[in-house]
C-alpha cells in the first residue's frame, strides 16, 4: 500500500498479467484477442462492473467500462491493447514465450511487456481507487484490439462515441517509467509499380519497375535528409525517417526475365510540425518524375496515417503522473517520448484527446525473444495509475 493512497493488489496485478500472457492473442489468423477480452471482462464482472463488448470484427473485441466514482468530476481514462506481435522463432527463447513464468523477479513471455503487464496493472489500480471509497468523476477503462495491426479498436472505439467527456487519457504502453508526453507519427505507404515484361537481354523492349522503384528509394533518400535537416533531431523522439521496408518484384519467373511489375513498401516516422499533407505531397511529386523518365506507372496507396501527438507538461494528466511518479518512487521521472506508435496518436486524431504515455517494462524490450516486465515495476505501474487517477480527479494535477 502507498502511504496515503489506495491499496492495490500487488500479487492480483502479478496473476492476471500471467494469465493473460498464457492466452496467445497474436495479431494474425486464427489467433486473436476474443480470449483474452473474455478474461478481461470476467474479471471485471467479478468487480461488479458492467463491461461493453464491442464487436470490431469477429473475434476480435473492445472491452469498455465506465467505473463511476459517486462524485461530481473530470473523466479519465485508461487504454491498453489486447493483441501482441508474433513470438517469432520460439527457440531463440529461453522460456516458453507464452508461459507466463516468473524467474528471479522477472515475469517473461510475449506481451509480458507490450502490453498485458499494463493492462492488469491498471485494471487493478482502477479497482483500487473504486475500494478505497467515493471519488470524483468517472474513470474509463478501454482494453482494444489491433494495436499492432491497423489499430482498428481505436478507431472503432472513437467512431461509437466512447471517448465523448474524456479529460485526459493515460496510455499504459511501456515507457520504461518515463512520463511520455510525445510520441511519433507513422504514415504506412505502397508504390506499386506497372512496367512491362521483357527479355533480359532486350531490356529496351520492355519497362522495368525495379529500376523505377530503385529511383524512388533514392528519392526518399534525399527526401530524409531533407526533413532531418529542416526539423532537427527532436529532444525525446529524434530524427523523422523515411524507410523503404519491403520490396517485391512481382511476376518475376526468372532470372533473363524483366518484370512486369513490383512493390515497395515505405515506413515514414514523424515528429511534431511535420505536415503529413505537404510530405506526402513531395511523394506523389517524386513519383511523377520518376515515372516520367521511366515510362513506368507508379500508383501511391496510403495504408494508414498517424499524427505525431504532443501533450503539454502543464495538461492536468501529465501533471498528475509526474506527482503519482513521484510520490510512489520517491524520484522525479524523466519526460520522454515514444518512439513508435500507440493507439493514443488515433484517439488523439479521430477523438481530439490529450494522451500521455506511462507503462511498466522496458522502453526497447517489446517485440523481443525473451520479453519480460520487471514485477517491481509492474506493480510500481498499479500504484502510481491509481495515486495519478485520485490526483486527476481531484483537479491536483
Same mark, same amino acid.
Given at each position: ?103 528471479? !523477479?522477472?515475469?517473461?513471455? @510475449?506481451?509480458? /511487456?507490450?502490453? $498485458?503487464?499494463?493492462?492488469? %496493472? *491498471?485494471? &487493478?489500480?482502477? +479497482? ?56 511519433? !507519427?507513422?504514415?504506412?505507404? @505502397?508504390?506499386? /509499380?506497372?512496367? $512491362?515484361?521483357?527479355?533480359? %537481354? *532486350?531490356? &529496351?523492349?520492355? +519497362? ?75 511523394? &506523389? ?113
Amino acid at each position: 500500500m502507498i502511504d496515503g493512497g489506495p491499496a492495490v493488489d500487488h500479487g492480483a496485478v502479478v496473476e492476471l498479467t500471467r494469465r493473460l500472457v498464457r492466452i496467445p492473442s497474436v495479431n494474425r489468423e486464427g489467433e486473436r484477442e476474443g480470449k483474452v477480452a473474455a478474461l478481461v471482462a470476467e474479471v471485471m464482472v467479478g468487480f461488479g462492473w458492467d463491461p461493453m463488448i464491442d464487436q470490431v470484427a469477429p473475434g476480435r473485441p473492445n472491452v469498455v467500462v465506465r467505473v463511476e466514482g459517486g462524485l461530481p468530476g473530470p473523466t479519465l481514462m485508461f487504454e491498453g491493447h489486447t493483441d501482441v506481435v508474433t513470438e517469432g522463432d520460439s527457440s531463440a527463447w529461453t522460456v516458453d514465450p507464452f508461459g507466463g513464468d516468473v524467474i528471479d !523477479g522477472r515475469l517473461y513471455g @510475449r506481451g509480458s /511487456a507490450d502490453m $498485458k503487464g499494463g493492462v492488469a %496493472a *491498471m485494471i &487493478h489500480a482502477v +479497482r483500487a481507487v473504486e475500494l478505497a471509497g467515493p471519488f470524483p468523476g468517472t474513470i474509463v477503462l478501454a482494453v482494444l484490439c489491433d494495436e499492432e495491426g491497423m489499430m482498428s479498436g481505436a478507431k472503432a472505439f472513437v467512431a461509437a462515441g466512447h471517448g465523448d467527456g474524456v479529460d485526459g487519457v493515460i496510455v499504459c504502453e511501456p515507457e520504461g517509467g518515463e512520463v511520455c508526453t510525445t510520441q511519433k !507519427g507513422a504514415i504506412r505507404l @505502397r508504390v506499386d /509499380a506497372q512496367g $512491362k515484361m521483357a527479355h533480359g %537481354a *532486350m531490356p &529496351h523492349e520492355g +519497362r522495368n519497375p525495379i529500376g523505377a522503384l530503385a529511383l524512388v528509394v533514392a528519392a526518399l533518400g534525399d527526401l530524409e535528409v531533407e526533413l532531418q535537416e529542416k526539423h532537427g533531431e527532436h529532444p525525446h523522439l529524434g530524427f523523422p525517417y523515411v524507410t523503404p521496408s519491403v520490396f517485391d518484384a512481382g511476376s518475376l519467373p526468372q532470372l533473363n526475365v524483366i518484370p512486369s511489375d513490383g512493390v515497395l513498401a515505405i515506413d515514414v516516422r514523424t515528429v511534431p510540425g511535420l505536415d503529413h499533407s505537404a510530405l506526402l505531397d513531395r511523394v &506523389h511529386a517524386e513519383l511523377a518524375t520518376v515515372s516520367s523518365s521511366t515510362g513506368v506507372d507508379l500508383i501511391l496507396m496510403v495504408i494508414d496515417d498517424r499524427p505525431p501527438t504532443e501533450t503539454s507538461q502543464d495538461h492536468p494528466v501529465v501533471q498528475a503522473l509526474v506527482a503519482a511518479h513521484r510520490q510512489v518512487t520517491g524520484e522525479d521521472p524523466v519526460i520522454g517520448g515514444v518512439p513508435g506508435t500507440t493507439d493514443g496518436t488515433i484517439l488523439h486524431r479521430d477523438g481530439g484527446l490529450d494522451v500521455v504515455v506511462y507503462g511498466p517494462g522496458g522502453k526497447w524490450i517489446a517485440h523481443q525473444a525473451d520479453e519480460y516486465v520487471e514485477l517491481d515495476d509492474l506493480t510500481a505501474a498499479a500504484d502510481v495509475y491509481a495515486v495519478a487517477a485520485l490526483e486527476f480527479l481531484a483537479g491536483k494535477g
